[in-house]
């Protein structure tokens, strides 16, 4: 069993404002009471290596909600800033935050991953390269810390069209909560932008 003890009741409380919205207040404590039960099968595992394999389980049948990877986070923040918590508690949380985090972002759509990094380049013969890689079909590859995929023109054309007229027309709630994060002035320019080169160049 894990050698260590995270109080749940206040990792839910300390949470509760950043759990993604629901409709109703009932689904907000359903969703929270869920990923609490979740948490606590997670945290009594024998093993680290098994509370990761938990994490793992999770996002495999798609039950990695957000509610749950934001009480790992806030457990592994709340952490990281304690005095009273030992290096080996630390070094716990620190994997499970990984492992969930990691989970997730692999259960983001693969268009979106492409374009959050596509939005990162600054010079456009860099991005040009990066759009002609990424419509080159591969071996697609998964890692800790880089991964290799790619779409097609038109699958992350739709993607960005999608995203812009969301922005555009205030229908950001049609939006997946990944796509969600992209809605601001600067990002919606950019993609605006890498709309037109993809339409130029590669349609």
């Not at 957000?66 to 290096?87: H, P, Q, R, Y």
């Not at 969930?100 to 390269?129: C, F, V």
Request: glycine share 2%; charged share 30%; net charge negative.
């Amino acid at each position: 069993m894990l050698k260590y003890v995270v109080d749940v009741a206040k990792l839910r409380n300390a949470c509760l404002a950043a759990v993604e919205a629901y409709d109703t207040a009932t689904e907000n404590i359903e969703a929270l009471n869920a990923a609490e039960l979740k948490l606590q099968d997670i945290i009594n595992s024998p093993s680290v290596d098994a509370a990761c394999r938990k994490i793992d389980n999770l996002a495999e049948k798609n039950q990695l909600d957000s509610a749950l990877v934001l009480m790992i986070t806030k457990a592994w923040s709340a952490a990281k800033e304690s005095n009273m918590m030992k290096d080996e508690v630390k070094d716990v949380l620190f994997h499970l935050y990984k492992t969930a985090r990691g989970n997730l972002q692999r259960l983001m759509p693969k268009e979106i991953r492409i374009l959050k990094y596509l939005l990162t380049i600054e010079d456009p013969e860099e991005r040009m390269s990066a759009l002609k890689d990424a419509f080159t079909p591969g071996e697609e590859l998964e890692g800790q810390d880089i991964d290799s995929l790619y779409t097609t023109p038109e699958q992350l054309h739709t993607w960005i069209r999608t995203i812009v007229d969301a922005y555009h027309f205030s229908r950001e709630g049609t939006l997946i909560r990944e796509a969600r994060d992209l809605m601001n002035p600067k990002l919606v320019q950019k993609m605006e932008e890498l709309k037109k080169t993809i339409q130029d160049h590669f349609m």
